[in-house]
């Protein structure tokens, strides 16, 4: 990807014009189902379903018919509206947050050749991250493995986490060997070692895994509760990651929580690619939540054009950072 586009919903009542809610809408390609061709006529209509709503109504009807809207909608309408009735402060969740908690978050590697990706480990762990999260999967697993030994010898006196995230690269017949030989470097965990939907074969590598299994795209597309919990129930991971892009929204991230808490399942919440806007959104609903493991939400530097915003990256954790106002002049918007 060298782009991200993302929708960005202004609500406000049409008296107080300078008084607005702000939402972001960002699917994700080639994760989000909802994104195709007509993705755009779609948003408008459901946006405009709300638009003579007053604010209760609109909370009301959100919270009633969330499901019959993509992921990425509901994101966007629960920020918007949520945002209006605090005033259009950006205070989406007010709480911890802002008050001054702050978040650990992982270091993020992104897939180079192997020169590169020593460069980018180098300067996480000098920045101050404890915990790096590589991808795996997609170069020549030996090398992938030389990389995390690289860090094993290297780093040993800072006591390093290693996550890894293989999207679902691993074969059914390697997937058993390569788990293997990566539980050699102490692994924290592995996020969808297979494709989603092969709920057999998960069950029994997530059994037999000498490293603990997290679950991320094997949860997109599951909204109604009862069926989450019978997937839990099945395959019992170890640790579930949530997207509230990809995942039902803010309120389907929380029922994901609870059912995960209920059967004793870790998680952590990651973002989507947002703008600092979502990241924001996602930060304080996470500092809600009396998280102490770090959390996939570094993404906000790697943009150009970002939002300027209160947001801070340092040592490893995130942050509220109130001197940084909010920027949205090269923002604008199109009534409905």
């Known amino acids: 990807m060298r782009q991200r586009k993302v929708w960005m919903i202004k609500c ?22 909802e994104l ?28 009633v018919e969330r499901h019959a809207y993509p992921s990425s909608i509901v994101m966007a309408l629960e920020m918007a509206l949520y945002d209006l ?69 290297k780093y040993y ?52 895994s000498p490293i603990p299994i997290a679950l991320d795209e094997e949860l997109i597309g599951i909204h109604e509760k009862q069926e989450k919990e019978e997937l839990l129930r099945y395959l019992q991971p170890h640790y579930i990651i949530l997207k509230p892009s990809l995942h039902g929204g803010f309120a389907g991230s929380e029922e994901w929580i609870q059912l995960a808490e209920k059967h004793k399942i870790g998680w952590w919440m990651t973002s989507a690619l947002e703008s600092n806007v979502g990241l924001y959104a996602i930060a304080q609903f996470t500092a809600n939540k009396g998280i102490t493991i770090p959390q996939g939400l570094g993404t906000g530097k790697l943009y150009d054009n970002n939002i300027p915003g209160p947001l801070l990256v340092e040592k490893g954790i995130l942050r509220s950072f109130p001197e940084q106002p909010w920027n949205f002049d090269d923002l604008t918007f199109e009534p409905l």
């Not at 406000?12 to 607005?20: A, C, L």
């Not at 007509?38 to 909370?59: C, G, P, V």
């Not at 470097?185 to 998960?202: A, G, Y």
Request: glycine residues 6%.
């Open 85 to 153: 009735a605090n005033k259009g402060q950006r205070n989406y969740f007010s709480g911890a947050f802002e008050k001054g908690k702050s978040i650990p978050i992982n270091g993020l590697i992104w897939m180079a050749d192997m020169d590169l990706m020593l460069q980018q480990i180098a300067i996480k762990i000098y920045d101050g991250f404890t915990c790096i999260k590589m991808k795996v999967g997609s170069l020549n697993f030996e090398k992938e493995c030389d990389v995390v030994s690289y860090i094993r010898r």
């Open 36 to 63: 195709n061709d007509s993705f755009e006529t779609s948003l408008y209509q459901h946006i405009q379903s709300f638009s003579n709503l007053n604010l209760k109504e609109a909370i009301e009807k959100l919270n």
């Open 157 to 208: 006196r800072e006591d390093i986490t290693i996550r890894l995230d293989a999207n679902g690269a691993f074969k059914t017949d390697e997937v058993f060997y390569k788990l293997n030989e990566l539980a050699k470097f102490n692994i924290h965990s592995i996020e969808q070692p297979v494709r989603p939907k092969q709920h057999e074969l998960m069950r029994e590598v997530i059994k037999n």
């Open 12 to 33: 406000f009542d049409s008296n107080q014009p300078n008084v607005f809610g702000l939402g972001e809408c960002a699917p994700l390609p080639g994760l989000s189902p």
